[in-house]
């Protein structure tokens, strides 16, 4: 029986033990913590949590809800996106913004960094407050950013949310710590052992449903600052200088439209995607303006509850 047991391990591809781990990963969560969320930002690497997810608890649902932080300057085809899953799936769909920061007018184009800490942040740490959640998982992966890597796959934070990259559990041989202090929740990341090829091949495996924006198409964009920005509405401010081309282009990450830079590329296909993927050697969130600050600023931003 163990031969079999260690023959049929020797069977694994590297897809299938990287799904397994993140499946193990969410039953512990499921199983162990009080009230989970999975956050759902809406892209490539969400849409495969959504589909770990419904694979991990096949035939029933999730037993536990989706929360999506809207901003409200998402690309108008993401939330569309969003909408249908929800419903094609039938799960619980929690939408949360800050709605002060809506009031006060807070945007990507007048309030800098600040509109990443009203209108992520701040509505992250509002959203699992209002619903007492104890353990959010993210679609965070190690090879993202330098911050990102340094993160355990449960990662604790104290009531204020911050994170202390100093001050984290060891995680041996997959044992993970599950005991929640006082005041303490979790981030979990079961996928943090991915990379971004691992996640084009896993969805043309399972053949996942994304965001039609990872395709290549002619789409209206601006140059700024060295990025594509796509005009997704009338909201978008041009500089005097500006001018709006059609240019066929796609995007490797997905965020707010105006700090979200898209690449010229002819890759409208998986297949064309996944050649480009392999052949790429910068990292796909060098395209985030807002990965564009100061050295360390992701990490602060971690630090203060940004996701």
Request: glycine share 6%.
């Amino acid at each position: 029986m163990q031969k079999q047991m260690l023959d049929s391990i020797d069977e694994m591809t590297h897809l299938d033990q990287l799904e397994a781990e993140a499946i193990y990963i969410i039953r512990e969560v499921a199983a162990e913590c009080e009230n989970p969320v999975m956050l759902y930002s809406i892209g490539k690497d969400s849409s495969v949590m959504l589909h770990l997810a419904l694979k991990a608890f096949y035939p029933e649902k999730p037993p536990f809800p989706f929360m999506h932080i809207d901003t409200t300057w998402k690309f108008k085809e993401m939330i569309e996106f969003r909408d249908r899953k929800a419903k094609e799936f039938g799960i619980q769909m929690i939408v949360h913004s800050n709605q002060e920061g809506i009031e006060q007018g807070i945007n990507p184009f007048d309030h800098g960094s600040a509109y990443t800490d009203i209108m992520k942040t701040q509505a992250l740490k509002q959203g699992l407050d209002k619903y007492g959640f104890t353990a959010a998982f993210g679609g965070g992966r190690r090879d993202e950013e330098k911050s990102r890597a340094k993160e355990r796959i449960f990662s604790f934070r104290n009531k204020n949310h911050a994170w202390d990259p100093k001050n984290q559990r060891p995680e041996m041989w997959k044992l993970f710590n599950t005991r929640i202090n006082k005041g303490e929740s979790i981030r979990v990341f079961p996928i943090s052992n991915w990379t971004e090829k691992d996640i084009w091949q896993y969805i043309r495996r399972e053949n996942i449903d994304i965001v039609p924006l990872y395709f290549a198409k002619e789409r209206p964009v601006v140059e700024r600052d060295g990025h594509l920005i796509m005009v997704d509405d009338d909201r978008m401010k041009l500089e005097p200088h500006e001018k709006v081309e059609m240019k066929k282009m796609r995007f490797r990450t997905l965020g707010c439209y105006p700090l979200t830079g898209g690449a010229e590329s002819e890759a409208d296909t998986l297949d064309t995607i996944i050649e480009e993927t392999l052949g790429a050697v910068s990292s796909e969130r060098t395209t985030r303006v807002i990965d564009q600050e100061a050295a360390g600023s992701m990490e602060r931003r971690k630090r203060e509850g940004y996701f």
